[in-house]
């Protein structure tokens, strides 16, 4: 994450209207900084169309007060098991049952460890135990303690438990660092909320996705690489695997949370990558070829650093192919619905169609590459194109994109059947 980017101006996710149309939400907010976006979430719910009560933590109401939530929301606000009042009917179990959707924003790494080691120490986990609606975590915290092992730990332990985790963003945080730790802003939550409960256009379906970018070894130190940040094959996983589809995740070296609900394989070179997606591929439905893979790589690696002879003494590499994993997997018999992606500098659409011919492709995406696109960015553009067929996307969030994809792949596979 770069200084400039940190500073780029908020991402706005459209919301859309009535999309969690008489969902029951309960909204959960921990202690920490960010627990005054909570007021702005509340808000953006109900403009969904959900349902809303507020749980305020201990910590959470010296930063916040319940007065604020319970204007916005419309219900009173809880904050403690000992409520006489609510607790004589077993207040706590009748919100738990009330409650369609759980959703903790922010969630700080205090309330994350509770939650992993499943306490009910305080009314918030204690319903996050009784209940049996889905529950939706959004961190926010500072970078270190986000890139703690102990926190990333919890998390994982919580997404294997079923816990939908939602971020967190990077930037620039309250403490004056920048880096991964920031809650998403209230529209990224309310529409991923909305993605998660709505048509499951790939149900069933095995997707298998690689992403990020392949790293080939020059010498124990150096290798030669990419500047892919693995962040649209991730939103690609994501979106497939919130459209019902059971998903493996082929990642090159990259620094992002593993979706929930998706299987990740992590890999670092090309072949080792090859080596991954088509041991599954033939048992895959769909392939999403996302990853920015290296075309080369050095013909022998060097088994101690390579050493400076002199000032002016240059470096002569010898390169050789990698393997084309998209063109292997287009060739398969039978062969899943196979998806490529081409990042292009110059004539993108007219290359892009070359390379979905050349490589008889079912689908591909296209997208400009260059200051400020594609690699690095937090938003982009696709062109879609198939053989009978393109469609444009306007740039926008990454996120975004994945879904507009998962849901184009999904029409194409459902016309080819009934064809």
Same mark, same amino acid.
């Given at each position: 994450?770069?200084?400039?980017?940190?500073?780029?101006?908020?991402?706005?996710?459209?919301?859309? =209207?009535?999309?969690?149309?008489?969902?029951?939400?309960?909204?959960?907010?921990?202690?920490?900084?960010?627990?005054?976006?909570?007021?702005?979430?509340?808000?953006?719910?109900?403009?969904?169309?959900?349902?809303?009560?507020?749980?305020?933590?201990?910590?959470?109401?010296?930063?916040?007060?319940?007065?604020?939530?319970?204007?916005?929301?419309?219900?009173?606000?809880?904050?403690?098991?000992?409520?006489?009042?609510?607790?004589?009917?077993?207040?706590?179990?009748?919100?738990?049952?009330?409650?369609?959707?759980?959703?903790?924003?922010?969630?700080? &790494?205090?309330?994350?460890?509770?939650?992993?080691?499943?306490?009910?120490?305080?009314?918030?986990?204690?319903?996050?135990?009784?209940?049996?609606?889905?529950?939706?975590?959004?961190?926010?915290?500072?970078?270190?303690?986000?890139?703690?092992?102990?926190?990333?730990?919890?998390?994982?332990?919580?997404?294997?438990?079923?816990?939908?985790?939602?971020?967190? &963003?990077?930037?620039?945080?309250?403490?004056?660092?920048?880096?991964?730790?920031?809650?998403?802003? &209230?529209?990224?939550?309310?529409?991923?909320?909305?993605?998660?409960?709505?048509?499951?256009?790939?149900?069933?379906?095995?997707?298998?996705?690689?992403?990020?970018?392949?790293?080939?070894?020059?010498?124990?130190?150096?290798?030669?690489?990419?500047?892919?940040?693995?962040?649209?094959?991730?939103?690609? &996983?994501?979106?497939?695997?919130?459209?019902?589809? =059971?998903?493996?995740?082929?990642?090159?070296?990259?620094?992002?949370?593993?979706?929930?609900?998706?299987?990740?394989?992590?890999?670092?070179?090309?072949?080792?990558?090859?080596?991954?997606?088509?041991?599954?591929?033939?048992?895959?439905?769909?392939?999403?070829?996302?990853?920015?893979?290296?075309?080369?790589?050095?013909?022998?690696?060097?088994?101690?650093?390579?050493?400076?002879?002199?000032?002016?003494?240059?470096?002569?590499?010898?390169?050789?192919?990698?393997?084309?994993?998209?063109?292997?997997?287009?060739?398969?018999?039978?062969?899943?619905?196979?998806?490529?992606?081409?990042?292009?500098? =110059?004539?993108?659409?007219?290359?892009?169609?070359?390379?979905?011919?050349?490589?008889?492709?079912?689908?591909?995406?296209?997208?400009?590459?260059?200051?400020?696109?594609?690699?690095?960015?937090?938003?982009?553009?696709?062109?879609?194109?198939?053989?009978?067929?393109?469609?444009?996307?306007?740039?926008?969030?990454?996120?975004?994109?994945?879904?507009?994809?998962?849901?184009?792949?999904?029409?194409?596979?459902?016309?080819?059947?009934?064809?």
């Amino acid at each position: 994450m770069t200084r400039r980017e940190a500073h780029a101006p908020e991402r706005f996710v459209p919301v859309r =209207e009535g999309g969690l149309a008489g969902v029951r939400v309960l909204l959960g907010v921990s202690g920490g900084i960010a627990a005054y976006k909570g007021a702005e979430l509340v808000r953006r719910l109900r403009d969904a169309g959900a349902e809303v009560r507020v749980v305020l933590t201990e910590n959470a109401a010296r930063f916040v007060t319940a007065l604020t939530f319970q204007a916005l929301s419309g219900h009173p606000v809880r904050t403690s098991l000992w409520d006489e009042s609510a607790e004589a009917a077993m207040g706590h179990i009748e919100l738990a049952r009330w409650a369609e959707e759980v959703v903790i924003a922010p969630a700080s &790494a205090d309330l994350l460890a509770r939650l992993a080691q499943g306490q009910a120490d305080d009314l918030l986990t204690t319903l996050c135990l009784a209940t049996a609606a889905p529950v939706s975590v959004a961190p926010a915290m500072n970078q270190q303690m986000w890139a703690h092992a102990a926190t990333q730990a919890n998390a994982t332990l919580l997404r294997s438990r079923g816990v939908n985790v939602l971020g967190p &963003a990077s930037g620039g945080q309250a403490c004056g660092e920048f880096g991964a730790g920031r809650l998403l802003e &209230a529209d990224e939550i309310v529409s991923l909320l909305q993605a998660r409960r709505g048509p499951r256009e790939l149900a069933g379906a095995r997707v298998l996705v690689s992403a990020g970018p392949t790293y080939e070894d020059i010498d124990p130190v150096r290798f030669i690489g990419n500047r892919s940040s693995g962040r649209m094959g991730f939103a690609v &996983a994501e979106a497939a695997a919130r459209a019902g589809a =059971e998903v493996v995740l082929v990642a090159g070296p990259v620094a992002l949370a593993t979706p929930a609900g998706v299987e990740r394989i992590d890999v670092r070179s090309a072949r080792e990558m090859h080596e991954a997606v088509l041991a599954r591929a033939k048992s895959a439905d769909v392939f999403i070829a996302a990853a920015a893979v290296g075309d080369f790589r050095p013909r022998d690696i060097a088994v101690h650093k390579l050493k400076k002879a002199s000032r002016d003494s240059g470096l002569e590499l010898s390169l050789v192919q990698n393997p084309d994993i998209l063109a292997d997997v287009a060739a398969l018999e039978p062969r899943p619905f196979v998806v490529g992606f081409a990042a292009e500098t =110059e004539q993108v659409e007219a290359h892009a169609r070359a390379k979905l011919e050349r490589k008889r492709l079912d689908l591909i995406a296209a997208n400009e590459v260059g200051a400020g696109l594609g690699f690095e960015s937090a938003d982009n553009a696709l062109l879609l194109l198939w053989p009978d067929g393109r469609e444009a996307l306007e740039r926008t969030g990454k996120v975004e994109l994945a879904r507009a994809l998962v849901s184009r792949i999904a029409a194409l596979r459902a016309a080819r059947a009934s064809a």
